[in-house]
Nanobody, 114 residues
Framework: VQLQASGGGLVQPGGSLRLSCAVSGNIFSIDVMGWYRQAPGKQRELVATLTSSGRTNYADSAKGRFNISRDNTKNTVYLQMSSLKPEDTAVYYC?????????WGQGTQVTVSS
């Protein structure tokens, strides 16, 4: 399974970004897809997950501002982020859990600054 994340960039506070993660390879039996982030000097943390049945889970910091979704025709998972804050600045990683094995993308930088 290979993951390619994209869509990061520099955005002003209050702005929006949509991250994409294209999944390729053996994509059958993927149980959970998700987004994590890691800010400088901090541990990687969960942002949002989406199960194969459509159940979502969000970090408290993401609730009401971020939305995770997937397009099965494109084998892509998205993270729509709005009302961005400087504390959302981090490298964002996509991840899938396939039969208990975790796969990670390379990360995309999101910087929220005026």
């Amino acid at each position: 399974v290979q993951l390619q994340a994209s869509g990061g960039g520099l955005v002003q506070p209050g702005g929006s970004l949509r991250l994409s993660c294209a999944v390729s390879g053996n994509i059958f039996s993927i149980d959970v897809m998700g987004w994590y982030r890691q800010a400088p000097g901090k541990q990687r943390e969960l942002v949002a997950t989406l199960t194969s049945s459509g159940r979502t889970n969000y970090a408290d910091s993401a609730k009401g501002r971020f939305n995770i979704s997937r397009d099965n025709t494109k084998n892509t998972v998205y993270l729509q982020m709005s009302s961005l804050k400087p504390e959302d600045t981090a490298v964002y990683y996509c991840n899938v859990n396939r039969r208990g094995t975790l796969y990670w993308g390379q990360g995309t930088q999101v910087t929220v600054s005026s």
